[in-house]
């Protein structure tokens, strides 16, 4: 059952020398209830507060492209440039701020949390500015509704411009809207791309109770769902569909197209029971085992749809069930889970990663991550990232993996501890017995830190 | 020396007895036949090639006008009607004995949105448009799933791109030169210690170190000093994976790996995204391909006979040079075909032509073929897979139609 250090390592970011584990599981949910103060230390903007920035970009973009003469053009290239590199290290500095999360956060399962949603609800940009929202999106899209209700969260995913933008419902247009029909010669429908993502990703599941006709009605139904550089998130009655649609065996919507009709749906699509079994089957693979025990879901979903999809209540389930702490079978940590439970056990400080350049923020944590295998904010497809162990480590990103144990902390910190400390430290007192002996026998103090770190002991949670 | 601290390694896992013979490249698992003597190696070019600047229908009345400056800049001629890119002219000798070919004017089933991303999407997951974004696991892997035999070391992908092409529930192995490990030799034997009872850990840190001795040995001829020295170890990883690795190391490693078990290798090359002055930046692209292909041939030695290289590209470029000196995204391109394997010296194509009103919406190289039917009669003359399976599972939708007879 509960452990302390069990607890940290497998819901939490891992051990830490400065913060004391969590006391009991009451003690863990009370924090994913209370006030979020990792965010506030270390605080990431949101679209509203950079939206200045990103118009001032994208004045220096158009300029660039737009500009026919060749002069001009040249010294319209250098501003742009320019700007990129701003937005490329405003991107760098957040990405600071979130490991440092993990890092320094007394809140670890909340941080952990958010980085299960965020895949979940995988949206990725195409350019530099979608690019650098990604991580603001999820920051005001999935990081306040992780203990709350999933219909929340899913609301607020499904129409952030981010979502909009990567599976291309900005584009959507209904058939017979009025925008439609006012230019018929440009030829613009329907896009089913985020329809079909919503039932197979989000909710019912790959192989779930919809039909390619429910796929359809709904991307009908969402029509409508649009955003502006000016005003964010915003929904256009004259693109939407008129008329009711049918999905999964009920009618939504009705002449005057509204915003209403899709969080209605939303909401139904939440509540399915398919829903709480896909949702809560995925939890208990990330967080507990890549083959979970069958009663730890069972009761979970039991859970899940007796409170209407109240993600606190699903955890509180999870956490109070013996299968979740059976540490045989354990998890392989995925890239970032390994970096920021790295720097946790490290004791890292903000200085090291605030105030650095952003360039060494590059080289010591973002580039590395992409070495891994887990590029930052650029997950292979709308689906995410792979959970099985087998896919993290194969010999290059296993490589790429030790490589960084044994340089990196050194370079971050330049002084470090020793290493036969650091096993407890990182370990626990579980640490086995071989990684004890490596961390004493090592040559030096980075080989012996990198050692510990390197451990399957420490790469599993 | 560094190559000599890996074989302590190695010997010492030896001594120990255990990690080596759980190793998947040690086990005689590996070793067990393979299920094809054939040899194909898959290049991926990403940016969009120029088919028309690279295999060149010079004896089209209308080239002239769409590419002047291609006519007298060192061409090789090929058959009287197309001429070869100059920066391929080191591949001249192959197309004199048989081993280089080109099939031209075709096309993925992508057409008119011309995205970088979605065209490579649709190329490594070998789709039909409709189901564009819906395929997650690529071609190679969804052949490799259905191949009886096959095992982790049949396909091997090379570099540090995530390749589509090679993803999904069928086991291949991967590694990038660039990706070499530099240990003192004493972490190295530490490491197989704290490792040891993990069999998911032990296997690939013994074949990550194994893959780093051979790569450090054969690509640098000789050894750095390595006196215990790892501070610049993951520097040195990172500059080189910025960099990329070099084509040529990248197809000597995949030459290694071919003459052994290793029966498809994939990798891709950047650089053909070719908008402006393509005159300065196809050349340096085209040398990428050149020297990849000419180091498989020299190191494949004996094996090159059984071997079938093919470079393809997400989509071909304009037919008209743009204002800039370049060209912009198009639909219908070329594919490099060399090897032992091929039956080369022509350039395979229903040529569409290109007066204005055979172009496709008036302005790309009209495709006449879907290059998915050139990869499948491939498959099928390398290695005798199935046409149902081509046309069912590892290209859906495609109908693989007459055999264009490209592999010997």
């Known amino acids: 059952m509960f452990d302390p250090e069990h607890a940290e390592i497998r819901f939490g970011c891992g051990l830490s020398p400065r913060i ?93 949390l958010m980085a299960f949603w965020a895949d979940h609800f995988t949206a990725q940009g195409r350019d530099i500015i979608s690019r650098t929202v990604q991580i603001i999106y999820v920051e005001e899209a999935i990081r306040p509704h992780v203990s709350g209700r999933f219909a929340d969260m899913l609301k607020a995913a499904i129409t952030h411009p981010l979502m909009l933008i990567y599976l291309d419902q900005h584009r959507s247009i209904g058939p017979n809207s009025r925008a439609a029909k006012r230019k018929p010669e440009k030829k613009r429908g329907l896009n089913e791309n985020l329809a079909r993502e919503l039932l197979e990703l989000h909710t019912l599941g790959v192989g779930g109770p919809y039909t390619q006709d429910d796929v359809r009605q709904l991307a009908e139904l969402l029509t409508g769902l649009r955003f502006t550089v000016e005003d964010g998130f915003v929904f256009v009655p004259a693109r939407a569909e008129p008329g009711a649609e049918t999905i999964l065996g009920k009618s939504y919507g009705g002449d005057t197209p509204a915003l209403s009709d899709i969080h209605a749906v939303l909401e139904d699509l939440a509540a399915h029971p398919a829903t709480a079994r896909h949702l809560v089957q995925k939890l208990a693979v990330h967080f507990v085992s890549d083959t979970p025990d069958p009663a730890l879901v069972d009761a979970m979903t039991a859970r899940y749809r007796d409170t209407g999809g109240d993600l606190h209540e699903v955890y509180a389930e999870m956490l109070n069930h013996p299968a979740a702490w059976d540490f045989t079978r354990r998890n392989v940590k995925q890239p970032i889970d390994f970096m920021g439970s790295s720097l946790r056990a490290l004791d890292i400080s903000p200085r090291h990663v605030q105030r650095v350049r952003p360039g060494k923020i590059l080289v010591n944590l973002v580039t590395p991550l992409t070495l891994m295998g887990q590029q930052w904010a650029r997950a292979p497809g709308p689906d995410g990232w792979p959970e099985e162990d087998a896919q993290w480590i194969t010999p290059q990103r296993l490589a790429a993996r030790l490589q960084w144990a044994m340089d990196v902390p050194f370079r971050l910190r330049r ?47 | 020396m560094k190559s000599r601290s890996r074989r302590n390694f190695l010997s010492n896992g030896l001594a120990l007895g255990c990690s080596l013979a759980a190793s998947p490249l040690f086990t005689p698992m590996t070793f067990a036949s393979a299920p094809w003597e054939n040899r194909l190696v898959v290049i991926i070019l990403r940016g969009g090639m120029d088919g028309l600047d690279v295999v060149r229908p010079v004896g089209a009345p209308e080239f002239a006008d769409l590419r002047a400056h291609a006519l007298d800049d060192g061409g090789h001629d090929l058959d009287g009607f197309f001429a070869l890119h100059p920066a391929l002219g080191g591949l001249m000798p192959l197309w004199q004995e048989g081993d280089l070919g080109f099939v031209h004017a075709v096309s993925t089933p992508y057409r008119d949105k011309r995205s970088h991303f979605d065209g490579q999407d649709i190329l490594e997951a070998g789709s039909g448009e409709a189901s564009a974004g819906r ?52 972490a ?23 893959l780093s001795a051979a790569d450090v040995a054969e690509a640098n001829g000789q050894d750095e000093s390595d006196d215990g020295d790892t501070m610049g170890g993951m520097q040195n990883m990172m500059q080189k994976a910025r960099s990329g690795a070099r084509p040529e190391t990248i197809a000597s490693f995949a030459a290694k790996r071919l003459r052994g078990d290793t ?50 590209t997400e989509f071909g470029r304009t ?38 009103a055979a172009l496709y919406n008036r302005r790309d190289l009209l495709p006449t073929r879907d290059l998915r039917a050139h990869t499948g009669w491939m498959l099928r003359g390398l290695f005798g897979v199935e046409a149902q399976l081509l046309e069912s599972t590892v290209f859906p939708g495609l109908d693989l139609g007459g055999n264009p007879g490209l592999i010997l």
């Open chain 1, 20 to 112: 004391a584990p969590v006391a009991s599981v009451p003690d863990m949910l009370a924090r994913l209830k209370g006030p979020d103060t990792a965010a506030r230390r270390f605080d990431i903007p949101s679209l509203e507060a950079f939206r200045p920035e990103a118009l001032k970009f994208k004045a220096l973009q158009d300029a660039f492209y737009f500009t026919k003469n060749p002069a001009e053009k040249a010294e319209a290239k250098k501003a742009f440039q320019a700007g990129s590199k701003v937005m490329r290290h405003q991107a760098y500095r957040w990405f600071g701020q979130m490991i440092l999360r993990r890092a320094l956060g007394e809140d670890g399962m909340r941080e952990r």
């Open chain 2, 188 to 210: 190295e034997r530490l490491l197989e210690t704290v490792m040891h009872d993990d069999p998911l850990f032990r296997d690939a840190v013994t074949e990550a170190l194994t």
């Open chain 2, 263 to 312: 029966r498809i290798a994939a990798f891709s090359l950047n650089g053909f995204d070719t908008h402006a002055r393509q005159r300065a930046g196809l050349p340096r692209a085209l040398d990428q391909l050149q020297k990849a292909i000419l180091t498989l041939k020299q190191e494949l030695g004996p094996v090159w006979g059984k071997t079938a290289v093919v470079a393809m």
């Open chain 1, 415 to 461: 002084v470090l501890p020793d290493p036969r400390d650091f096993v407890g430290t990182a370990l626990g007192r579980d640490a086995p017995e071989a990684v004890r002996f490596a961390a004493s026998a090592a040559e030096n103090r980075a080989e012996g830190v990198g050692l510990v770190l390197a451990s399957p002991a420490f790469q599993r949670m």
């Open chain 2, 319 to 356: 037919a008209r040079v743009n204002g800039s000196g370049g060209t912009d995204h198009g639909t219908a391109g070329a594919m490099v075909l060399a090897g032992g394997a091929v039956r080369g010296g022509r350039v395979v194509s229903d040529w569409p032509g290109l007066d204005e």
């Open chain 2, 135 to 186: 395929i997650r696991d690529g071609w190679l892997n969804r052949l490799l799933q259905n191949v009886p035999g096959a095992h982790a070391e049949t396909a091997y992908a090379i570099g540090r791109a995530d390749m589509l092409l090679t993803r999904g529930a069928a086991r291949i192995a991967d590694w990038s030169p660039d990706a070499a490990l530099s240990l003192s030799p004493q």
